[in-house]
Nanobody, 127 residues
Framework: QVQVVESGGGLVQAGGSLRLSCTVSGLTFGTYAMGWFRQTPGKDREGVSCISVSGDITYYSSSVEGRFTIARDNAKSTLFLQMNSLKPEDTGMYYC????????????????????WGQGTQVTVSS
């Protein structure tokens, strides 16, 4: 049984930083690409960032590029998202998910390329 658990969310002032973590069990983490997503009420889930199996290829949405950094530790089956210079519009529920066994590329920010979602961690940025 695959388990995906996010942590690290919280309340932060605009301009601040947070580091999200996502631990995965029940599969061989180091053989799957991974992604981070966020969602706010009334809006579709959007891709924030994704990372290849080895971690050498990353993609970011234009709204976070230059401020967020995705990373992974395959030995610890953990995915990270370092979020700097946070803005109120970054507020939302953040999820990580496991990329399907399909080709990884710039299209991998699309949620429909992922299975095994976590329950999410809330990020709130105050102005």
């Amino acid at each position: 049984q695959v388990q995906v658990v996010e942590s690290g969310g919280g309340l932060v002032q605009a301009g601040g930083s947070l580091r999200l973590s996502c631990t995965v069990s029940g599969l061989t983490f180091g053989t799957y690409a991974m992604g981070w997503f966020r969602q706010t009420p009334g809006k579709d889930r959007e891709g924030v960032s994704c990372i290849s199996v080895s971690g050498d290829i990353t993609y970011y949405s234009s709204s976070v590029e230059g401020r967020f950094t995705i990373a992974r530790d395959n030995a610890k089956s953990t995915l990270f998202l370092q979020m700097n210079s946070l803005k109120p519009e970054d507020t939302g529920m953040y999820y990580c998910a496991v990329h399907q066994r399909i080709s990884f590329g710039s299209s991998s920010l699309a949620p429909n390329r992922y299975d095994n979602w976590g329950q999410g961690t809330q990020v709130t940025v105050s102005s």
